[in-house]
């Protein structure tokens, strides 16, 4: 189950899954690209998560411990 909104960049899809992992789908098939795990607490479904790419950076918020975490896109 996803819970965040989406960012999309160069083709490929950025959405956090319940189980703390960033996931990279393929835009046009939506295939699993690639799978990230993200140490951290259980989510909190009633907390609000959002992906934003600004390439070269790929941000990414959680909302059950309001920490932002910013990656260097490969």
Known sequence: ???????????????????????????????????????GPEPDLQQDYWVAAQPPYLLMFFGNTSELMAFRMP
């Open 1 to 39: 189950m996803y819970l965040s909104d989406f960012a999309l960049s160069g083709g490929k899809v950025y959405v956090l899954r319940q189980d703390n992992a960033l996931v990279t789908l393929d835009a046009k098939s939506g295939q699993v690209l690639d799978e990230m795990p993200i140490s």
